[in-house]
């Protein structure tokens, strides 16, 4: 346990310097080697190749056909499948020299599945160990000391970007293989109660309409962008003013009926259906890369993501630094309205434009000031719409460290 605050900042420091773009494409290097195809198949279905490639100082443990099939023969669910692989991802550089080269001749190295911060304990560990007559062996750091799984050969090494090595049999691990929490199981607003999102859960458990379209999703795969309590806050007393049907779309605008994880957002930007899209009611947004961050933008404001709550197969839930606002519900009215200050556009909720198709359609009232709660002018970005002001995140790397932070200690 003396591990996990060393580790952590370990895996800030990883996190925070991981690149979005990699020379290495895992999914490419292994299929050269046909022998470990079915491995290489489920790195894609379980997501973790995008995950990989967007990383750098990295191993992978790859196992060939006959060794996968034994794993496979277990038909454990893709949840568990995903730990187990991930174990096979070592958070480290060990080319075959290295490997053979280890200080002491014994290593603990840290994997994917310690990333996830469901790791229990060491379980997230892999023992590397110099055996007698120039053997390396493999285990899971909490499996009794068995180092039976072997090096056999190196497959591609890019010093020291990624390291492809064939290892004779798979990490065995009774946590990894552990049934994991169904995902119908898993409390969504619990997890964003506890960790800065609060104020929108408790608008979601609200609204019972809201809270079943996301419950009815989560086996589907569901990605969550929820806005931290500050801003929620802020945003409140318009959200109070909605009506119900309003709030119902708002809630469900916020979150998309696939799985994204962060590398697969980095990689995927474009437009994005909701929960809450429905034939001509669109509901949608851009997702977009600004530089190492991601952001999320409507005609009306642009939001970051600051954090990854939970980020678990079929499950990602995100944390954004304001609340995104949806073209359907703050698009200005064609008539000027009378404008009792900077709230006019929620005031009186007026029927939306269907001006989003195609290029932007200049607005008389187009520049009217954009409601989200933290506008920021000095961050403005030329957007598709002119004069809408774009809110600037000031605390992203603090924000993202923080979170992770909190997750992982
Ligand atoms: C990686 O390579 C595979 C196979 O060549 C290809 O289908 C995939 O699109 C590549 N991924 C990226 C991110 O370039
Ligand atoms: C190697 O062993 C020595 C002596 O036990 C110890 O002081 C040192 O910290 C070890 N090095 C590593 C990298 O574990
Ligand atoms: C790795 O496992 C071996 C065998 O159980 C053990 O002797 C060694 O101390 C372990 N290495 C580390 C770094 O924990
Ligand atoms: C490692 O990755 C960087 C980009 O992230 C690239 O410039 C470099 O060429 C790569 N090195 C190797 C050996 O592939
Ligand atoms: C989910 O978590 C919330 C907040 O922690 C709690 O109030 C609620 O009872 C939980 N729901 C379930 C179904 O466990
Ligand atoms: C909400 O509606 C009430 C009553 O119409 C109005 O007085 C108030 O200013 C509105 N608040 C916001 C933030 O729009
Ligand atoms: C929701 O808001 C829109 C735009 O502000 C408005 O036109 C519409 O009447 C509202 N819908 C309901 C059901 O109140």
Do not use: W
């Not at 009306?300 to 839930?317: F, H, R, Y």
Request: hydrophobic fraction near 40%.
């Amino acid at each position: 346990m003396q591990l996990r605050p060393l580790l952590s900042l370990l895996l800030l420091l990883f996190f925070t310097t991981a690149t979005t773009t990699t020379a290495h494409n895992v999914t490419r290097m292994l299929a050269a080697h046909p022998e470990f195809s079915s491995f290489n198949h489920y790195l894609t279905t379980t997501h973790l190749a995008s995950e990989i490639n967007s990383r750098t100082t990295i191993t992978v443990l790859a196992i060939d056909n006959a060794a996968m099939s034994e794993l496979l023969s277990k038909h454990l669910s893709i949840y568990s499948l995903k730990n187990i692989l991930s174990l096979h991802v070592l958070l480290d550089y060990f080319g075959a020299k290295k490997l053979h080269q280890i200080t002491n001749g014994t290593a603990l190295a840290a994997t994917m599945f310690q990333a996830t911060g469901t790791a229990p304990g060491s379980s997230g560990f892999v023992n590397i160990t110099d055996l007698k007559g120039g053997k390396v062996g493999f285990g899971a750091e909490n499996n009794g000391g068995s180092l039976d799984a072997l090096f056999v050969k190196s497959l591609e090494e890019k010093p020291y970007n990624i390291s492809v090595i064939q290892i004779s049999k798979v990490l065995t691990s009774d946590v990894a293989e552990a049934p994991t929490p169904g995902p119908s199981e898993l409390n969504i607003t619990g997890i964003m109660s506890a960790h800065g999102c609060k104020q929108f859960a408790d608008a979601l458990l609200a609204n019972a309409e809201a809270a079943k379209t996301y419950e009815d999703s989560v086996q589907g795969g569901l990605t969550v962008f929820c806005p931290l309590d500050d801003a929620f806050k802020a945003f409140y007393p318009k959200y109070k003013n909605f009506t119900v049907a309003n709030k119902t779309a708002f809630l469900e605008f916020l979150a998309v009926p696939v799985y994204q994880s962060l590398a697969m957002l980095k990689s995927n930007n474009g437009l994005m259906n909701t929960l809450a899209t429905d034939g001509a009611r669109k509901f949608d947004f851009t997702v977009q890369n600004e530089g190492e961050e991601v952001t999320l933008k409507t005609k009306i404001n642009t939001v970051k993501i600051t954090g990854t709550l939970i980020d678990e197969q079929p499950v990602a839930i995100y944390t954004t630094d304001k609340v995104l606002l949806p073209n359907e519900l703050f698009k200005a009215a064609p008539t000027p309205a009378p404008a009792p200050a900077p709230e006019e556009a929620a005031d009186s909720p007026k029927p939306a434009k269907k001006g989003h198709k195609g290029a932007p359609v200049p607005d008389s009232d187009a520049d009217s000031p954009a409601d989200a709660p933290e506008d920021d002018a000095a961050d403005q970005t030329a957007d598709d719409n002119a004069g809408v002001k774009v809110g600037g995140a000031r605390f992203l790397a603090m924000g993202l460290s923080l979170c992770l932070g909190v997750l992982l200690l």
